[in-house]
Nanobody, 124 residues
Framework: EMELVESGGGLVHDGGSLRLSCTTS????????IGWFRQAPGKGHELISC????????YYKETVKGRFTISKDNAKKTVYLQMNDLKPDDTAVYYC?????????????????WGQGTQVTGSS
């Protein structure tokens, strides 16, 4: 069974940094792209970054471009999101999800559904 587990969140001051990890298991790592989503209180899931695990192509939402960097470690079957210069508007629960690169929604057809996510809080 496909499993994606997020970790690395926390509370940081304005301008601080965090590195999130998405550890995967139960499937071939490079079969699907991995996206990072965030959900702020009262809001829906917002795609902020995606990486093609086969060729390394990346996507960033304009609001995080230049601050966030997505990367992968095929040996560890893990995708990372390095988040620098965090702001209060970045506060949300962050999730990773299987994707088709270029699409905006997770690939629910895999049988996957949203995990627990990891809380990121950027304080003033």
């Amino acid at each position: 069974e496909m499993e994606l587990v997020e970790s690395g969140g926390g509370l940081v001051h304005d301008g601080g940094s965090l590195r999130l990890s998405c550890t995967t298991s139960g499937y071939r790592f490079d079969a699907y792209s991995i996206g990072w989503f965030r959900q702020a209180p009262g809001k829906g899931h917002e795609l902020i970054s995606c990486i093609n695990t086969y060729d390394g192509d990346t996507y960033y939402k304009e609001t995080v471009k230049g601050r966030f960097t997505i990367s992968k470690d095929n040996a560890k079957k893990t995708v990372y999101l390095q988040m620098n210069d965090l702001k209060p508007d970045d506060t949300a629960v962050y999730y990773c999800a299987p994707m088709i690169f270029g699409f905006q929604s997770p690939l629910f057809e895999t049988g996957w559904t949203w995990g627990q996510g990891t809380q990121v809080t950027g304080s003033s």
